[in-house]
């Protein structure tokens, strides 16, 4: 995608955020995908939800396998770096990018071919290490990019459009990572940025592998009818099981939430994700309860935040490797010296 | 004849599994404080128990210490091998053999001198477990050899009390089975042999170190702090070595958080991938591995040197193609590494000869991997890396600083007015790059699609050809900053003879042994790809010259060819790859008699000339 | 001045998903049922919608159809191209624009010469629904080419009734769009354009096709059932192909059942992983990939070239390294391919010119790959694939019998006494094999571990060894049994130009040029690796030989340098690798003129001189 | 492995099976993993299920990967075909297999590493397929033939031989196999012959993707105290959720079966699979049932067949193949021949 430069020149009345950066700021290129393709919608709920949070754009590393899906983080946030890598490697190539310097903000965008295909053994391992990133499935049933293939989130019976049935059991991206153990589970929809927005805070503010599973219509491969991806399919589909909101970390707002009663989850920063409706008897901590509800909505489109657990350690925490990245680690602290080295010898003789 | 003092070699045919190991490292370690240059080679299957396995040790006063292939005294304890093993005991050589059993009357023979010690017995009468029997007969195997050896008693005590040093019931039966053995023989047999050792002083300032852990200990050296990995034969070792030298060096003394993480990765190809992610967040990073994980690395090697991210890959060499003989060495990635990947690539590679030069080899690769902006190999193999090798102790210069080539900072950035990642300065061949995180003037778009000088996309014609012409500039100026080839020259020489990595002493020995014969050669060993520019010239100062690499293909020859200017009639392969360590007699054999030069090897003379 | 009949080149400057392909293609296939040789390139971005796209078309009356670089006429509708675009008219050329807006004064240039047509306008008083608008305008515009170029109106209105059959209401707009530009353009300017199309009858018994298609209709023919892939630009069109013919074909027609298998695998290393299952199993099985694929594919490659199990992989080449430009031509995998994996191994490549060879290769990849048992790579590229080729109608041999190499009968292994899979009989290369189910004295143990001529495991060094020389003897061998080169001399001619699959039309092109120049060179266009004995032959027939091919590392010129005794100051190379497919100027520029040379050029002319 | 070959002198006395075989008839050359392997009794309950089956030799077709496990088609059935392919890409190349001749019986031998990392994108995508064969995971927890690295099944806690304790969660084959869909799902363990035999031949019997995750100590490498796959852990931990026998197609017995009350299930082709021993309310038909019954027993190593499903359609169905095998279809069936081409190619001009 040639990256088309979009004119930065932001109206004086667009709101700030608290490092004083307009919306615009956390734009990208100039989208190059179908007009109408629900990965542009998800574009713009990642650059509202950075935005409101505050990320400084240079403390963001986005990164993406191949396909249509993978192109977008060069449509926001042009001041972080981007690396759009090969297909199905993103959650190896984060994975050695977060052990290098855990400071940073990773967000991951991948699509259904490119996570749950060729992809798929790098994610369940990222989920095994917990690792510290947020990683967003633009889910559309297809391989857009490569033109329309059924990719393995395609629902039995799922039609392409020359109409031909898919009749493989589906990998579900939700069910595979709450069995695997992912720490947050959720999704979304790219049409209901209203939910999609919150969901994507809380997983960037989420402690350990976050990730979203974003039903995204291909308007163009798999947007007709017999389409179990399609906006109309998905819109009449959907089931909201829960609702939230992200309190971002501020001390006086916290006693507002205790007291209302809801359900919330302290995030590892402070922050909430406050629910605003969660089932009666739906444990959000529980995996058993987010597979049986899964269960017993088959056939609809069960979005929201379905499971979250802040207390497993991440992957540093495992490595009990240091609060600084790695990277910057002085080469002093690194390299032991002559001496001993030559202290070491005395033990190969 | 040569002199029987310090210069002989020995084999011992085991079953893996049955802690044969531990014995074979005593005898050879003690050799070794005995001041005289030793080898052991290790030749064991691709299994955990069960299966031959064989030790050989070579010892030589001049310090040769590549295999030799006839041997003095054959330690036989493998009914599996018997046959096969007393067949190579040189006419007039030893063979012991557990004497427990009454000796198969077929596999006698008339040259060789057998010697009966009844081993089992003795340690079945001294020992009560099971499992400890079975251990200590190795060790009274070692206490036999002590005496028909005349290994020094008090270094080989002084071994035990180290090894075992509180473990006191060990110790003990340690002690007491080497005298089993040690006091039988000497009852039995007149001791010493007429081959045997003698302490002397020409381990001065050496060490005995296996490749793999020396090159772990310079990747702590080098300031690696992220290594990713999938267990291989025979690249493991490395990641082991790694592992304990930093939990040795690398604990915050204050807070014992580890200032390095180790990530056993699902497979080699996110093996890669993390190795290029740390490497593009400005870690120094690495993985070991050998050559089948090699090849399922290559998509991401394209995506490393296109994208231009550093990456540190150890090529532990095993015999392919496939898995092969995994417990076998050979030279045989070599193609495979240097043209990685699809499309026009080419890699950087470095190749050790033996553990100093992989300790000092590791953090040169991540200088060049730094500064080229670009995935560099070590070429290391089974030989080298698994084996203990007699080498100078290491030494480290206080004074390295790492090259970590043109990295833009903060305040640079700062100070610039527009960066781009692939517009190097004044017409160099490599671009300053930027970390995440520094500073939002340095944000790009890092991807393995068309992009053009400026790192945008691109799919215009030129704008693809700019970046990939100057990739391939930046490859070339590689060439004078890797290690010089090691060149050693005879009075009288026209012919040279040119070599990799372990073939070393194998080659040197027999250009010694030809040199006194009255054939002087002149002696190239190559240390990197892209070949430095001595390379180019030692071959156009000779009238030809023969290239002894392990592997079937003639695959050093074909870079040689196709990186310098050589004519192809120059380049005689020498080609020995059936998967065993090399001996001088290989490289002598073909260079004397043309005419048992191996069939591929004449193949690629038709072919070349 | 050549001709102004039947000869011209036309480039049409569109933004992708807007439906510019069916105009183009109408427009294509009406000057070909004209009788007039032609060929269409398409140059696509690598994106679904809104990026810049071209088409070119080139009318020869003499044939040839490789891409002229400077056009007659350019059909400017693409905003963000234009001012590029405008640049590549020739000289007194012509630029159609749609004048329903002013045209930029500054993108004006003197010494072209424009028509203005209000295309959108146009369509938006005919037409209602805005997707009909924006598809329609292609259409108008076509039909303003219709008049400016002289297409006949008949061939035309044929087209869109087979095109449209039953569906009126398209077909009745297609007309009227067309019939709004023609009329426009007729009524304001002069009509046919000084350059434009006459009948003739140069296609007589050719065809249209596309070589991806060409390439599915030789697997269907050769007996594939097998299929297995993972969609990747530009291979993934074999697969639909296949599947389309398979669907024709293949269908039992009393069952309905599928007489064939299309596996749509998890990624690369399951679609090889298929194949070498489903061959192993006894089918004809293959995939069709590209570059990144099949660097994902080398573990395994190495496998069953070990383990000598037959596979079929169409590498359906486009521009690295790594994910490079997917939409853009190069041929750039050959040295991967031909020695893909790590260890010592050597592949069979079959390296089509055109759609007509990817037919007939097809079946030869599989006689070859079952005959060898090994993996057999077809070499197409995105221009030989996905471009629309004129090329003879193709025939099928009804005699054709598949050569299944020598694959054991049940009735065999019952009579044998005892069966070895890599025992070849009285020396020859290749060995019998056996198929699961057959008979039990079939069975053997495949393993891409070390193993005997007997099948058995091995660490033995000579056992090991053995293997892998036969293994070198039977790529040997292969040479003669794959296609031969093409070779086509001229009187005089001491120079040879040596050239690969899609550059042979350019290549063609530029020797007729520079031979009634009075620059007579001969012509060989290689076909196989392992080289055909005729390759050495025209090597050693001429003083030296260009070897035109589009990488940036002369692949071709290395496996030439390797695999065949050529001196190497003989072979120069002619590399054009920006991605486009070749022009004749290309060749003609750097065989004309060595001082324009490619940088890459003079310096492969360095190292090989 | 050296094919060390066992003496073939069968006891005259040896049962002989319907096709007048012994069990001797059903080994393979002299193993060479270490004594007191796990994998070694499995392959001897293989041997002993491919025996009672009556499986003709040469009509089984072995598969594995690499490992210590799969060596393991070497020591059994040396009449049949067999293929140690490359690490983890085993269920692909049986994918091709199977496509090229579905009347062959299919046994694919895995190890936990060569399962759930390198290979597990094979394994979930062949579970996708359904395809027709027996899956057999030797799950020890290591890496054994590597020596003894932690694999993706080590349990959060079990040590290392050197006592280092894994932090990662685990990867379940049994629940990941349930939640992909797979339609036959067992666990067993190597030191019980007596369940481990009738769960192969049921796997065997099944028509689709059998998947059986046998507990499979590596004496070698993690047998040791603080293990959670030692036989000692194992045993201690082995809960038997049900216990079945298998009854090979026979008419006569079919009544008895029924009459039993007992639950059944009746394989594809004909045989059934008779269940002593299923918990109360335990639906042997519901994935959901399965999980469930996991999660209340976590901490016990529940075991036997915990899930089977015969209606679903395998990979040659869904693709609407022959029953005969592609392989040896007639090149005249595959060929359209001259005249068709002819016809084509009035379609290209
Ligand atoms: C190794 C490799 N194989 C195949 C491809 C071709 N390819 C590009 S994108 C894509 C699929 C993308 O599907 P998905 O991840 O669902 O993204 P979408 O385009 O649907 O957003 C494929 C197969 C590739 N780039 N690399
Ligand atoms: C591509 C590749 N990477 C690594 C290896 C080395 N290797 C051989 S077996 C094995 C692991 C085996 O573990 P598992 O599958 O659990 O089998 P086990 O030995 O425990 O039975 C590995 C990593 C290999 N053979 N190939
Ligand atoms: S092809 Fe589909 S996924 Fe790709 S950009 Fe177009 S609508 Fe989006
Ligand atoms: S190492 Fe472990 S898994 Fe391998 S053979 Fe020995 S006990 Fe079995
Ligand atoms: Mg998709
Ligand atoms: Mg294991």
Redesign the pocket.
């Known amino acids: 995608m040639p990256s088309i430069v979009k004119p930065l020149v932001a109206h004086p009345s667009l709101a700030r955020n608290e490092l004083g950066l307009t919306i615009r700021d956390y734009e990208g290129s100039m989208s190059t995908l179908c007009a109408g393709?629900g990965?542009d919608s998800i574009t713009a709920a990642i650059t509202r939800a950075l935005w409101e949070l505050s990320t400084p754009p240079h403390r963001l590393a986005k990164l993406s396998?191949?396909?249509?899906?993978?192109?977008?983080p060069t449509y926001f946030v042009s001041g972080a770096h981007g690396f759009n890598s090969?297909?199905?490697r993103m959650p190896a190539i984060a994975t050695g990018a977060n052990a290098a310097n855990r400071e940073l903000t990773y967000l991951g965008v991948?699509?259904?071919?490119?996570?749950?295909?060729?992809?798929i053994g790098h994610l369940c391992h990222a989920i095994r290490r917990n690792l510290n990133m947020l990683y967003v499935i633009?889910?559309?049933?297809?391989?857009?990019?490569?033109k329309g293939?059924f990719?393995a989130?395609s629902d039995v019976g799922s039609k392409s459009k020359k109409g031909e049935a898919n009749r493989m059991s589906p990998i579900d991206p939700v069910q595979l990572a709450l069995s695997l153990g992912a720490t947050f589970v959720a999704r979304s929809f790219s049409g209901d940025k209203q939910q999609l927005v919150p969901i994507l805070k809380a997983g960037l503010a989420h402690r350990g592998f976050a990730i979203v599973d974003v039903i995204?219509p291909?308007v163009t491969?798999?947007d007709h009818e017999g389409s179990t991806k399609s906006y109309r399919y998905t819109r009449s589909k959907q089931h909201v099981a829960t609702e939230s909101d992200f309190v971002p970390p501020a001390s006086e707002i916290v006693a507002e939430i205790v007291q209302s009663g809801q359900t919330h989850i302290t995030m590892h920063d402070g922050s909430v994700l406050r629910f605003t409706r969660v089932p009666e008897d739906y444990d959000l901590h529980s995996r058993q309860a987010a597979l049986s509800y899964l269960k017993e909505h088959q056939g609809e489109i069960v979005t929201g935040v379905l499971f979250a657990d802040e207390s497993v350690p991440d992957m540093h925490e495992m490595n009990n490797t240091p609060q600084v990245p790695l990277a910057t680690l002085p080469f002093a602290k690194l390299c032991p010296g002559s001496g001993e080295l030559a202290k070491l010898m005395e033990d190969f003789r | 004849m040569r002199s029987r003092i310090n210069d002989f070699a020995i084999k011992l045919a085991n079953v893996n599994g049955t802690g044969s190991a531990s014995a074979n490292g005593l005898i050879m370690q003690a050799i070794f404080r005995m001041g005289v240059p030793v080898s052991g080679k290790n030749l064991f299957p691709s299994n955990i128990q069960g299966l031959p396995t064989w030790y050989e040790i070579r010892v030589n006063p001049k310090g040769y210490t590549a295999r030799a292939l006839d041997y003095d005294l054959m330690i036989a304890m493998n009914a599996q091998t018997y046959e096969r093993d007393v067949q190579e005991v040189r006419s007039g050589g030893y063979l012991l053999y557990d004497s427990s059993w009454p000796l198969d009357a077929e596999l006698h023979r008339e040259d060789v001198n057998f010697i009966g010690v009844p081993l089992a017995r003795l340690c079945n009468e001294h020992f009560r477990e099971p499992r400890e029997r079975i251990l200590m007969k190795n060790i009274a195997t070692a206490g036999a050899l002590i005496a028909l050896l005349n290994i020094d008693g008090a270094v080989v005590e002084q071994l035990i009390e180290e090894k075992y040093g509180r473990k006191k019931a060990l110790r003990e039966s340690n002690k007491r089975a080497l005298q089993l053995g040690a006091d039988y023989v000497r009852e039995h047999f007149s001791c010493p042999l007429d081959f045997h050792l003698e302490t002397m002083d020409a381990n001065g300032d050496k060490i005995l170190i296996d490749g793999n852990t020396a090159t772990a200990l310079g990747c702590v050296y080098g300031g690696a702090t992220v290594a990713a990995w999938y267990p291989i034969t025979p690249a493991t070792s490395v990641m082991d070595g790694f592992k304990e030298f930093c939990e040795q060096y690398r604990k915050d003394p204050k807070t014992g958080e580890n200032n390095f993480a180790i990530l056993q990765a699902e497979d080699e190809l996110a093996a890669i991938a993390m190795v290029i992610g740390a490497s593009w967040n400005g870690a120094r990073a690495f993985t070991s591995t050998a050559g089948p994980g090699v090849s399922l690395m290559n998509?991401l090697l394209g995506l490393a040197y296109y994208a231009e991210i550093p990456a540190v890959i150890i090529d532990v060499q095993r015999v392919g193609p496939s898995t092969g003989m995994p417990t076998r060495t050979q030279q045989g990635d070599l193609l495979e590494c240097a043209y990685a990947s699809h499309g026009d690539t080419k890699h950087i590679l470095l190749i050790p000869a033996n553990p100093a030069e992989c300790f000092h080899f590791a953090p040169k690769c991540f200088d060049l991997a730094e500064r080229f902006q670009t995935p560099v190999f070590m070429m290391s193999d089974l030989d080298i890396g698994m084996n203990d090798w007699v080498t100078p102790k290491l030494t480290w210069d206080d004074g390295y600083v790492p090259d970590r080539g043109k990295v833009l900072t903060a305040e640079q950035l700062e100070s610039t007015s527009k960066y781009f990642r692939y517009l190097p300065e004044n017409g160099t061949a490599v671009a300053a790059r930027t970390l995440p995180g520094v500073h939002s003037k340095g944000a790009f778009f890092t991807r393995g699609s068309g992009h053009n000088k400026f790192g945008g996309y691109t799919e215009v014609p030129d704008e693809y050809q700019e970046v990939m012409d100057r990739l391939l500039r930046k490859h070339k100026e590689a060439a004078g900053w890797v290690p010089e080839p090691i060149i050693e020259e005879r009075a009288g020489a026209r012919v040279g003879v040119i070599t990799i990595g372990g073939c070393d002493p194998a080659v040197r020995e027999a250009l010694d042994i030809l040199g006194d014969t009255g054939r002087p050669l002149d002696y190239m060993r190559i240390r990197a790809f892209p070949f430095h520019a001595k390379v180019a010239e030692f071959l156009a100062d000779h009238d030809y010259c023969y290239v002894v690499e392990q592997n079937r293909d003639g695959q050093l020859c074909s870079l040689l060819i196709l990186e310098t200017p050589v004519a192809k009639e120059k380049i005689r392969p020498v080609l020995i790859y059936s998967g065993f360590p090399l001996s001088a007699k290989h490289v002598i054999d073909v260079i004397t008699a043309p005419d048992v030069i191996t069939g591929k090897a004449q193949e690629l003379n038709a072919v070349y000339s």
């Not at chain 1, 991948?110 to 992809?119: A, F």
């Open positions: 393709c990965h396998g191949i396909g249509c899906s993978s192109k977008t090969a297909h199905g991948s699509g259904d071919g490119d996570s749950l295909s060729i992809g633009e889910n559309n049933g297809v391989y857009g990019l490569t293939q990719s989130s995204s291909c491969f798999n | 998509e």
